[in-house]
């Protein structure tokens, strides 16, 4: 029974020797003295502001990319036990002895060395030789610019990695795909392709062209797979549901937890919450959800509200009033009804309770039982300090003179009759019969005799409005606009008729227990389509510069400076690669691949020829490393060079080489 003890156990394995020395070689270039420079560079003053946030759980919106290569970096952080205490300021500031450099910069230094062994085996996979593979291998180690990518807190080598590791598992699955389908190293390689794809979505959404690369690809091969007359119809809809679970729902699926996951770690209240909307806000530990755990959650007549536009832009800011009027005659000469200003604030204040009455009852409280307010009800907006009624009338606003003017109306004694009857429209309901709520609704409140809609115009009234942002009527309101739409962000019942103790009660909070948490989905909605939409489009990056300037090699990025000495950090590539790359994608362009494949035969049946261009090659790369060589000074920091030794790397004009004034 034990005779198998007989024999001793042997276990056998092949390694690729190619493969192990690239690896260790891409780990010590990119490792070696990780933790230098002890100061803040370039991205990294922007990145480590999302990983301090990540540690102190407060909610952040980055509208750079989806969280999850922000995540990556956080738990860099949180294992080098950084407590997310340091002022992420400037570029060059100094590093405390709290923040773990080397920790944080580990996982992109690890993903840049990585990145070399995969595009070995990305060439192998694609059928070149082993002695191809190697030089495309070595040109990735010796390349500059991505060595200081590597280096530091950065996204870009994560994401190159998981770029490289989805085109490795396609090809790799593909391969498998020709005579061990449904294997069990088919099936790894396939789903690895998909979770490959959305991990470099997840770091950075140009991960996205990869992904629908691969997919168009694999929909090409599916395409002529149709034309197999060996493969049953049964064996063809296993393939289609295979490729569709692993490149489809289950990216799908970790792209929603990468959101789940940043969600749930972000649980408090933080300055970049106040983009999102009130209900969003509210969900969050601190901030507004102090101010809101527990209010009312049905609107009623004799509410106390206030209104906050659900468009945030310029700002966020709350419908307002206060005692002073539209003066008699603007700047231009147009006349106004010089009623009270009516205008949207960006501060709380007291000035920014409103009453909803009920136009056929005098009271300004809540009866018992509340009497709810419902989709399509007419209601009147009482100015809760002034007691005027919110109006508008066939008067031009002060800067949109195509839109009317909205006020809260005095009764001058003048042939201007009072118009404040409004129709609340549920924008979000699921019924016509849907009662208005607190921050879920979201509202618009159409002109009852002239159908405009209250609306944000954004525009800033001059020193008479105290520079507070116009609201207007709008009378085109066809369609749906986020300036038009508003919803109560704070809200009570309220309960004194007289207006000395009103306006005491305005003053002060309210505390009722009613939960107002969000779904993950409706959350996740919301954070994307802020992510999508915040681009800021008024001001370009400094550093922004076109694809052909990198191309060319005609442009660099100073990423630090040593505070005294002439010793910097540059992200500059590797010039000889570069201009090679260029030499051959143009040759390849012009001599057609049927010319180059009889070039090729030709050196391979003659001898000296051959071995001319096997002596070329040596240089070439002998070459490669003698510019990698040049320029690791400022790939890694140091050494610092003199004056004189900057100046003689500065090989074009365009080069923003840093020197020092002596």
Not at 237 to 266: E, Q
Request: charged share 15%.
């Amino acid at each position: 029974m034990l005779g198998f003890l007989k024999n001793p156990v042997v276990v056998t394995a092949e390694i690729n020797v190619n493969l192990v020395a690239l690896t260790v070689m891409g780990l010590i270039s990119r490792l070696w003295g990780l933790s230098y420079p002890r100061a803040v560079v370039f991205d990294e003053v922007y990145y480590g502001q999302f990983v301090s946030l990540y540690m102190k759980r407060i909610f952040f919106v980055d509208d750079s990319g989806p969280p999850f290569g922000h995540m990556l970096l956080a738990l860099g952080g949180y294992l080098g036990g950084f407590d997310g205490n340091f002022l992420w300021n400037r570029i060059g500031a100094e590093y405390s002895m709290n923040v773990p450099i080397w920790s944080l910069r580990l996982l992109p230094a690890l993903a840049g060395a990585l990145c070399i062994p995969l595009a070995y085996q990305i060439l192998v996979e694609l059928q070149f030789s082993h002695c191809a593979a190697l030089g495309g291998a070595l040109l990735i180690l010796l390349e500059n610019s991505l060595i200081t990518q590597s280096r530091f807190m950065l996204l870009e080598s994560i994401l190159i990695f998981f770029i490289l590791l989805a085109v490795l598992s396609y090809l790799k699955f593909y391969n498998l795909q020709r005579h061990s389908s449904f294997s069990a190293s088919w099936w790894v390689w396939l789903l690895l392709t998909g979770v490959a794809c959305f991990c470099a979505v997840g770091v950075k959404y140009m991960g996205l062209f990869t992904y629908m690369l691969l997919l168009a690809i694999a929909g090409l091969h599916f395409w002529h797979m149709l034309g197999n007359q060996n493969l049953s119809n049964v064996s063809l809809l296993c393939h289609f549901l295979a490729r569709g679970l692993a490149l489809i729902i289950i990216p799908m699926a970790m792209y929603l937890s990468f959101f789940y996951v940043h969600l749930t770690l972000l649980y408090r209240s933080g300055p970049h919450d106040q983009i999102m909307t009130s209900a969003f806000q509210a969900s969050l530990e601190g901030g507004l959800a102090r101010i809101t755990q527990g209010q009312p959650l049905e609107v009623a007549y004799g509410s106390q509200i206030t209104l906050r536009n659900v468009l945030g832009k310029p700002m966020q800011c709350w419908l307002h009033s206060h005692t002073n009027t539209y003066p008699i005659r603007y700047e231009n000469g147009r006349g106004s009804s010089h009623q009270q200003q009516v205008t949207c604030y960006p501060f709380k204040d007291v000035n920014n309770w409103w009453i909803v009455k009920d136009p056929g009852m005098q009271q300004l409280v809540v009866s018992n039982p509340p009497r709810p307010v419902r989709h399509g009800h007419i209601v009147q907006l009482v100015h809760g300090i002034t007691t005027r009624y919110l109006n508008t009338h066939d008067v031009a606003a002060p800067l949109s003179p195509h839109s009317q003017e909205v006020s809260c109306y005095i009764d001058y004694n003048v042939s201007m009759p009072a118009q404040n009857l409004w129709r609340v429209e549920i924008v979000n309901r699921e019924s016509d019969t849907d009662v208005w709520k607190t921050i879920l609704s979201e509202v618009r409140f159409v002109h009852v005799n002239t159908s405009a809609v209250l609306k944000l115009s954004g525009a800033s009234l001059p020193e008479w409005g105290y520079r507070q942002l116009e609201v207007v009527g709008e009378k085109l309101s066809k369609g749906y606009h986020q300036s038009m739409v508003w919803n109560v962000e704070e809200h009570r019942y309220g309960k004194s008729q007289e207006q000395k103790e009103r306006e005491v009660e305005l003053h002060s909070p309210t505390q009722m227990d009613i939960s107002k948490n969000l779904s993950f989905m409706a959350k996740f909605t919301e954070l994307q389509w802020k992510m999508l939409t915040l681009k800021n489009e008024d001001t370009e990056h400094k550093y922004s510069s076109s694809a052909l300037d990198w191309i060319t090699m005609d442009t660099n990025i100073a990423y630090w400076l040593h505070p005294t000495s002439g010793a910097q950090i540059h992200l500059l590539g590797n010039a000889l690669t570069w201009a090679s790359a260029n030499v051959a994608a143009v040759i390849y362009i012009l001599l057609i691949p049927i010319v180059l494949q009889h070039l090729s035969d030709y050196l391979c049946r003659s001898l000296l020829p051959k071995t001319m261009f096997r002596a070329l090659i040596v240089a070439w790369f002998s070459s490669v490393y003698l510019v990698y060589c040049t320029f690791s000074p400022v790939t890694y920091g140091e050494p610092s060079l003199s004056v004189a030794e900057l100046k003689d790397l500065r090989w074009k004009d365009s080069w923003n080489i840093l020197i020092r004034k002596q």
